[in-house]
Every structure is written in C-alpha cells, then in structure tokens.
C-alpha cells in the first residue's frame, strides 16, 4: 500500500474514526489486543488493514508476507526456534524512523502519524506497534524512554507522558506474550546532553540522567523487561584537549554502580547491558567495543553486574567483524543480547541495516549457539528500512527477511554440527595440547626450564598446516 499526502489520510482517517467510533468496533478477534486501547487516539480498526497474521510457509513460498525459514514452534538443536531467536522489535527505528538523513527531510508518512510528537500520536502509535508485533509473532519490543512520549516542559511532566503511555502498553500487553527484551533510556537527543550524559563536565547533566535512568528502569521493570540496557550516546569525547578521560570514566563508573544499587532496590530481575560502539555521535565512544567494555568494567569492578549488548553493526565500526565480538563477550560470560543489523562495506557508518547475509548469519548463530541461547536476552532488530522504502509493508518485509535470514543461519549451524568436520578441524589443531607436556601447560604448571630442556631433547618442531581453505570449503557446504 502507497501512502500519498499524510494530510488528506489524516483527514480520511478522522472521518472514518467518527463513522466507525459510532457504528462497531471493527477489531477483529485474533489482534483484539491491538483494540483494546480503545480508540481515544482518533484512530478505530486496523493499522496494517491488508496484511493478516505472517505465517511459516516454508523456502518454497514466493509470498513476501510469509516466513520461509523461520518456524518458530520447530525444534533445532533441542530448542524451539523462537527460544533460540527471541526476536524484538526496536520501537524507535520502526516506529519513530521517518527516513531523514543530514542532506534530506523525512520520507515517511505513515498513515497513523499526524506529524506531530503529541501524546496522542504517541498512543496511537503505541497500538500501532502492538499490532505489528502479533500480525509479525514477534512477542518482544525494545524501546527508549523518549521513543514511546513526548518530552514535557519539566522532568515531572516528561514522566506524567511516560507513565501514560506505559499505562497503555500495559494493558495492550495483557493477555498476550509480549513484553520488553529491554527498555533504556534515551541520553542522547535533548541538547542538555551535549557533553555526554554521566561523563558530562556539568553535575547537573549527571543528576538528570540519573533520573531519567531511574524512571526507565522502573517503567521497564513495571512492564515485566527482561533487560534493562546503557547504550553510551554520547559518552566519549571530540578532543583530548578539554577532556579529562579520568574524571569522565570515573564518573561513568559511579553512574553505572547507582544503577547497579538501584536495579538492587527496585529487585529488578533482569540483566544490565552494555552496547558498545567506538564512535558516533561522537568522535571516540569510552565503550569501543567488547574487549574494551569489559577492561572497563574489571576496573571498577562492575564485571559481575553487567552483560554486553553486541550490535554487529558497532562492531565492523570498531574495526572488528560481528561474529569478532560476539565471540570476545562470549569467551567472557559476558554475551547478554545481539542488536542484529548490519553495516554496509562501502560506508563507514551505523547504518544500521536488517542483516541479509547468510554467511554471516551462521557465524553469528554458531555464538549463539556456543553460548547456549541469549536468554534473558535475544535478537533486538535495531535496524531500519532505507530511506528510499517507503511503504508500509516494507516494515514487515524487512523484519520477516531479516528474521528468516538469522534462522537460515541457525539451520546451517545444525548442519555444521551434525556434520562435525568443523569441530573436529579445529580440535585436531590443538591436539598437542591434549596430552603430556602441553595439558600440563594449560594446567598452568610448567616452568621456562622445563621447556626448555624439553626443546633440547625435542628438537625443531613439527607445524601442521592451519588447513583455512579446508575450514571454508567446509562451511560453504552448510550455507
Ligand atoms: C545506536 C545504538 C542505539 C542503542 C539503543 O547506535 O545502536 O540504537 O541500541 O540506545
Ligand atoms: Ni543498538
Ligand atoms: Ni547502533
């Protein structure tokens, strides 16, 4: 469906709202939670009208609104896709993504939207949303706090729109599977927080973050979140000439510890997690990625109380590969959710694409799968459509194929592993270290003397190939 002119929509939409409101309610029974907010937004019926419940149709299905791959009730390697997935959608990219870019104005007009950030667009959109998610079976959403409400003039009323809106997505969720993956705050957008949030030079700054945070923990909390996550917006500097790195870790640091006693306070059950990204907005972010991430929080010792969100488009940014990442939290304890998108390797951005790529996708599986699942995390979609797609079935096309994309990649790993030349490649290679000397070593028992008199008695050793093409040849033939 092409929308054209959000103005004479907005209009059909408020003379069909009147005509509907009086006759019957027109929400059909399998999406009544997306009724049940009512219709105070102006809006009755339907948000996706031509698009019924997406169904696993198997990789033969040429409908675009079906899934191909993904079969959430089907079991793979002892698990339930939709345990191994627990896929969510990222509210903000899909539900407040207007396509804008630095050179160009927004390209969307949803029909829902009247162009405004008011609270009632904003609880429209919220059913909106809720609508989307069953139509997709999606049962997990992600959200900031200044995605779903508006900002008001003071912090009191900021958090009087947020509760509003909660209170909507409350009931909306009653009844139904869904809840948050995670909730976070947004410390990035309002120019107070132009020198950073809890690295900010201004005290002030600090306080209203923390109190924002505080907020957001809480409505997360209250919608039963499985995760609450810090993504470091602006935390992180432009110029080492007015920066004091120290201080600003430090503060960083004493912020995430309140946050840790607050979730304490609250008993909020959930994971803390970390994103990582090495730069933008700003030009070096203080969380550059896993390795990174984790000396940071060995240092002030907040190790056991965190987890790490990894974007895999953060982390072809900071140089590294996803499944680079994914495997340095992993060998960590530390892999707690995946931000599943992708980069593009002509661009150096986050652009923050629906990951398409299949290769990729098994390798990202096979962490997960190493990792025993996510849970309590999973696979947020932090991913938008590109600006030139504009229609509104174009969201569900690209969560559907981004969906079937990681759940092609989680087939190919069953294939690898019932395969086992993979494993048994890699377990070959360190064979040496099985036995004698080297289960010694890795025992941490042997001394610089003794290898050495070993070496004497040795000799020149013997090095095996690494035998690469062979590891490629042989995941190739899994994809
Ligand atoms: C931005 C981040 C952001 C976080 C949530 O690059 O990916 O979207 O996931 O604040
Ligand atoms: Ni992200
Ligand atoms: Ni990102």
Redesign the pocket.
């Known amino acids: 469906m092409k929308i054209k002119g959000t103005s004479v929509l907005v209009f059909v939409a408020l003379v069909l709202s009147t005509v509907i409101a009086e006759s019957t309610q027109t929400c059909r029974a399998n999406l009544e939670a997306a009724c049940n907010g009512g219709s105070s937004d102006g809006w009755d019926g339907e948000f996706f009208p031509g698009i019924s419940k997406i169904k696993y149709e198997g990789p033969t299905s040429k409908n675009p609104l079906s899934y191909k791959w993904y079969n959430a009730d089907e079991e793979i390697l002892g698990k339930k896709m939709k345990d191994w997935m627990r896929f969510s959608v990222?509210f903000?990219h899909t539900f407040r993504g207007t396509g804008a870019d630095p050179f160009g104005a927004p390209t969307k007009s949803w029909p829902w939207e009247d162009g405004t950030n008011s609270l009632t667009i904003a609880k429209r959109r919220m059913r909106a949303h809720f609508e989307f998610m069953n139509k997709l079976g999606v049962d997990r959403w992600?959200f900031?706090d200044r995605d779903i409400a508006p900002d008001g003039k003071t912090l009191k009323e900021t958090n009087a729109n947020l509760d509003a809106v909660v209170a909507l997505a409350k009931e909306l969720q009653e009844g139904t599977s869904i809840k948050p993956l995670w909730g976070?705050a947004?410390l990035f957008l309002h120019p107070r927080y132009m020198h950073g949030a809890a690295t900010s030079s201004e005290v002030a700054v600090y306080a209203y973050a923390a109190a924002q945070v505080k907020k957001a923990m809480e409505v997360t909390q209250y919608l039963g979140g499985e995760n609450y996550?810090f993504?470091g917006?602006r935390e992180g500097y432009q110029s080492l000439l007015n920066t004091d790195m120290q201080r600003e870790l430090d503060h960083m640091a004493s912020f995430l510890q309140a946050a840790v006693d607050y979730k304490k306070k609250l008993g909020f059950k959930g994971n803390l997690l970390l994103?990582p990204?090495p730069q933008?907005p700003t030009k070096h972010q203080y969380d550059w990625d896993a390795a990174t991430t984790f000396a940071f929080l060995q240092k002030y010792g907040l190790s056991g109380e965190f987890k790490l969100?990894i974007?895999c488009?953060?982390a072809t940014l900071s140089g590294h590969s996803c499944p680079h990442d994914l495997e340095t939290a992993r060998i960590n304890g530390l892999l707690g959710n995946i931000?599943a998108n992708t980069g593009d390797p002509q661009i150096g951005w986050?652009t923050?694409q629906f990951l398409t790529d299949i290769a990729e996708a098994t390798l990202v599986m096979l962490s997960v799968v190493r990792n025993g699942g996510l849970a309590p995390g999973g696979f947020?979609f932090?991913a938008k459509l590109r600006r030139e797609s504009t229609d509104v079935e174009d969201l569900f096309i690209a969560h559907i194929s981004g969906m079937d994309t990681l759940a092609r990649g989680l087939r190919n790993v069953a294939k690898l592993i019932e395969d086992g030349s993979l494993t048994e490649l890699v377990r070959k290679r360190y064979q040496s270290f099985d036995t004698e000397i080297g289960a010694l070593i890795e025992a941490g028992k042997v001394d610089f003397e003794t290898l050495e008199k070993k070496t004497m008695e040795w000799g020149e050793p013997y090095v095996p190939s690494a035998k690469q093409e062979l590891a490629e040849m042989i995941f190739q033939s899994a994809l």
């Open positions: 990222a903000w992600c900031h976070t947004q996550l993504w917006g994103e990204k933008e969100n974007e488009n953060h931000d986050d923050d947020n932090d």
